[in-house]
């Protein structure tokens, strides 16, 4: 039945693409309307990366191609035309950016950094008239790449905040669409967190690596889990350790709690 309804889907939500449908319905994520499907052209738009150092961190210049030409019209998805993820070579540096776009279709950011060294860059933009695109690309700013140690698993709550946040990925399978599910309390009385805001277009962001940041999976709380928590449903490519960011707002301030987890 999934598939069938994939198939006949001819409209879809501008802010979650993933969701679609064979009617104008209002998306069960965000509400909006779904709009017509335009006719996607399945193929990749390379980036390419610029990176410069400067006395705080780095400037990244990032420019989408289709064949000689740079992109300039982008669909807005979660608010914005352009995701960007930048990890630490030790996963102990997470920044979720956004690269503003320049007058000439070239997308920049100034990022501060904690020290010269290797990081990873994980783009997400959907071009307009194109297919989601996901690019990943490792950077220096001085430092040379090397292999860290494998971070120690850390799976015990957080308190982030004021919200406690703890988590049970014990569901979570290769190649299974299984729950991982977030819970947001009260860390004096145990009670629920109810007051979160939208956070670019949704409840929360779930950024998922594997330590050798060979992958990255972005992910957002699905919305028809009625268990207690919010619960993201991300597929696993392969068995190992993985470091993951939750992101969430509350009262204005965007929170992020980091663990660490071991999918069998």
């Known amino acids: 039945m999934i598939a069938l309804l994939l198939l006949l889907a001819q409209y879809y939500c501008v802010m979650h693409p993933d969701r679609q449908s064979p009617t104008p319905e209002p998306c069960p994520v965000c509400g909006m309307r779904m709009v017509a499907m335009p006719r996607a052209r399945y193929e990749t738009y390379p980036v390419d990366l610029r990176v410069t150092p400067t006395t ?5 210049r990032l420019s989408v191609r289709h064949g000689a030409a740079v992109v300039r019209r982008f669909a807005i998805v979660h608010e914005r035309p352009m995701h960007l993820f930048i990890v630490g070579a030790d996963l102990e540096f997470f920044a979720h950016e956004h690269p503003a776009p320049q007058p000439d279709g070239v997308f920049m950011l100034d ?14 933009f959907v071009p307009q008239g ?5 690019f990943q690309q490792m950077f220096t700013t001085g430092e040379a790449f090397a292999r860290p140690a494998a971070p120690a698993l850390d799976a015990a709550a957080k308190t982030v905040d004021g919200v406690r946040v703890s988590i049970d990925a014990t569901p979570v399978k290769t190649g299974e669409a299984n729950p991982l599910v977030i819970h947001l309390d009260d860390p004096a009385t145990g009670a629920p967190v109810t007051d979160l805001q939208p956070y670019l277009g949704a409840t929360a962001h779930l950024l998922m690596v594997p330590i050798d940041l060979t992958e990255a999976i972005h992910g957002h709380p699905d919305e028809q889990f009625t268990g207690p928590g919010i619960a993201f449903t991300p597929l696993i490519p392969r068995a190992g350790r993985y470091k993951l960011w939750v992101q969430f707002q509350r009262g204005g301030t965007v929170s992020t709690a980091a663990f660490v987890v071991e999918v069998p």
Request: no cysteine; hydrophobic share 40%.
């Open 56 to 60: 705080s961190g780095a400037r990244l």
């Open 111 to 124: 990022v501060s950094l904690p020290g010269p060294g290797p990081y990873m860059a994980i783009a997400e």
């Open 130 to 134: 194109g297919a989601p695109q996901t």
